[in-house]
């Protein structure tokens, strides 16, 4: 203490200090004002969304249009138990038939709204982009039908599922069916896109959802429809001969004879396709294992096909906007994401909580009105159980959206192409899995 100090000089001193500077010459009033305009999280989200209005908008309507049109399908689906009882082994074709719908042409619409970013699309069917689309999804159609049929028969066999249906009774559904319901979405692809031009949309966000949706609508449907044609004596074994070998003639007149951007699409898409089909005929092994729970609660069958594909739709937004912005060199595709793409992931949770609940509690109500109480576990029941599947759903498609489009844009590969067959893949199998395990927890399966 410094002699003669008294007790008021002390704490007048003390005061200055605290007023001015501490001990470390630094200023309480910078540290405090740094700290006010230090940056902050909530308005940058608030900004962003802000800025995303129109593409919520956008995202919401076709997602909800979508989820009505798949629950359609899934009252499709559990209308025809009867149809599935009788021709055992069918519902191993179910998923594949849609998903592989999906795949196809959620894919031609990823690639069809980055050259209309791009500004390479126009409207004509005799060459270019359209043209180039439109020729990829028959041949592919064709093809994956029958690569569909032998993967399930031989699948049942090796995987001991029993089924009454032979191969070539396959090839006639799976090939009838999906060129049917995929002349439609062919339709479908190319309006959304016409509209999308005229109207000034984003396509990225709603083509997805759109085109999902539509197939999940005609590709059951058109399944039933081409049942009718097997069990004929001789007409069926020789009509199957004949579309396997059109499918096979088909894909080598267009790698010999097509442009060489449809040759790069086909050799592209080929492979990612055919692994998209194993994963997808495994969900259908797993579903005709698990048939009676799913036919004793029709509300999971209403469920099922909205659910696993509002996971594609979400997966498929989420992609298709990742393509465009790293094809726009607005996205660096790097192994840990930027700040860019958690905004996006942002944008695809906020979808995902409004159509999971949406669908889960729809399921209930339409379960009950068109079959009966019993027909559903209950309303809370079936919200638990779309919200937590759904949580898990829409991880496993943003973990496929994102790394699906960097790698294959790493590879020299186009992002458009392989992105909604990958996230089709891996959101229909970890999406089921996720189904099971919500009805697990909800003490729906053992």
């Given at each position: ?196 031009v005229a109207r000034d949309w984003d396509m990225d966000n709603i083509a ?21 044609l097997i069990g004929i004596p001789i007409f069926s074994s020789v009509f ?148 937590l599947a759904g949580l898990i759903a829409t991880t496993a498609a943003v ?48």
């Open positions: 203490m410094i002699e003669g100090e008294d007790k008021g000089s002390r704490g007048r001193r003390r005061r200055f200090v605290r007023g001015g500077e501490d001990a470390s010459g630094r200023e309480p009033g910078r540290i405090r004002r740094r700290l006010q305009e230090r940056p902050r999280i909530r308005p940058k989200v608030y900004g962003y969304l802000s800025q995303e209005k129109e593409s919520l908008r956008q995202g919401f309507a076709a997602l909800f249009i979508s989820s009505v049109g798949e629950l359609v399908a899934g009252i499709a689906l559990a209308g025809i138990t009867d149809t599935l009882d009788q021709l055992v082994g069918l519902a191993v074709l179910i998923p594949a038939a849609i998903g592989m719908r999906g795949a196809i042409f959620g894919a031609m619409g990823s690639r069809i709204s980055t050259a209309i970013q791009t500004g390479l699309f126009s409207f004509s069917f005799r060459r270019g982009v359209l043209a180039e689309n439109v020729q990829a999804a028959a041949v592919l159609s064709l093809i994956s039908g029958v690569f569909l049929a032998f993967l399930a028969r031989y699948l049942c066999d090796i995987l001991g599922v029993e089924t009454r249906l032979s191969v070539f009774d396959y090839v006639v559904i799976s090939t009838v069916g999906g060129v049917i319901a995929g002349t439609f979405l062919l339709g479908i692809t190319v309006l959304v896109a016409r509209v999308s997805a959802p759109m085109i999902t949706a539509a197939g999940d609508i005609l590709t059951l449907p058109s399944l039933v429809v081409a049942t009718y199957a001969v004949a579309l396997i070998a059109v499918a096979l003639g088909a894909v080598a007149a267009a790698f010999r004879l097509g442009v060489p951007n449809l040759r790069r699409i086909l050799a592209e898409s080929l492979p990612i396709l055919a692994l998209t089909g194993t994963v997808t005929i495994l969900v259908g092994v797993a579903l005709q294992d698990r048939e009676e729970q799913f036919t004793t609660l029709l509300a999971l069958s209403i469920l099922l096909p909205a659910f696993l594909q509002e996971g594609g739709a979400l997966g498929g937004i989420l992609s298709s906007r990742l393509s465009s912005k790293v094809h726009l060199g607005l996205l660096a595709p790097r192994g840990l994401p930027s700040v860019g793409a958690f905004r996006d992931f942002t944008l695809i949770y906020i979808f995902a909580t409004g159509v999971y609940l949406f669908i889960g509690g729809a399921s209930h109500v339409l379960a009950v009105t068109l079959f009966s109480p019993e027909a559903s576990p209950g309303f809370g029941a079936m919200l638990g159980i779309s919200a973990f496929a959206a994102y790394y699906g489009s960097v790698l294959s844009y790493r590879f020299g590969l186009d992002p458009d192409t392989y992105g909604i067959p990958i996230i089709t893949a891996a959101v229909d199998l970890l999406g089921f899995m996720s189904l099971i395990i919500a009805m697990i927890v909800f003490g729906l399966a053992g």
